[in-house]
């Protein structure tokens, strides 16, 4: 059985302060029968991992270089999130994409970092609306999914997540249907490329506007193990209904 997992991105948002939503969120987290990650900017990963030190609650990076040292300055290695206390790292989001012109080449390097720092990479996958509306959803997640996973992950965990541009928020979620049937592509391309074991192994997430009010839906599709939430998981109190939608789904 694939155990579920509510990671929170917290983007550039957060400073010193906001790590008593940590020790707020400890209380939940304990309570549930399920995976929680944090992902703080990078300034806060190592305050944040000691302020997490004895909950149920994980805390993850939100980006790495594909390097593992070497004259990129400005820039945090797998190893060094690894030894800052994080245990995970969020690759190839769609803000990245977009932003730093991350491409499938670019997230593939470095989840093989990740990997080899023993760190869970979290890779990010999504359409644009001008993509679902020609119908090329498949098509675009088929090519993310084969050029930005690792060809030989060697029995360590990945996470994907699927997260549709457009919904990211926005407040719109795609139905229910048409999450199911992205989740199921990912899942039947996983086992075509890996095998079956590998790809029932594997946490499929869905992310883009998951609240409190749509979480239980969302949870209720098929091969979906968790979410990646954004601005709904700053704070423990809109966090914490998530985190129990889930652990009910």
Known sequence: MRRKLAAGNWKMHGLGESLAQIAELAGPAAS??????????????ERAARAAMGSAIAIGGQDCHARETGAHTGEISA???????????????SERRADRAEDNRAVRGKARAALAAGLMPVICLG???????????????????AGSVPEDPAGKPIVIAYE????????????????ARVHGFLRDRLAHRFGR??????????????????????????????????????TARDFAPIIAALDAA
């Open 79 to 93: 190893a060094m999130l690894r030894d800052a206390g994080a245990t995970a790292v969020i690759l190839g989001h």
């Open 164 to 179: 549709p541009v457009w919904a990211i928020g926005s407040g719109l979620t795609p139905s229910p249907d048409q999450i």
């Open 32 to 45: 549930v029968d399920c995976d929680v990650l944090i992902c703080p900017p990078a300034t806060l990963i």
């Open 197 to 234: 074991s590998m790809a029932e192994a594997t946490r499929l997430l869905y992310g883009g506007s998951v609240k409190p009010e749509n979480a239980a839906t969302i949870f209720a599709v098929a091969d979906v193990d968790g979410a990646l939430v954004g601005g709904a998981s700053l």
């Open 127 to 145: 359409e644009t609306l001008e993509d679902r509306e020609a119908d090329n959803t498949l098509d675009i997640i088929a090519g993310q999914l």
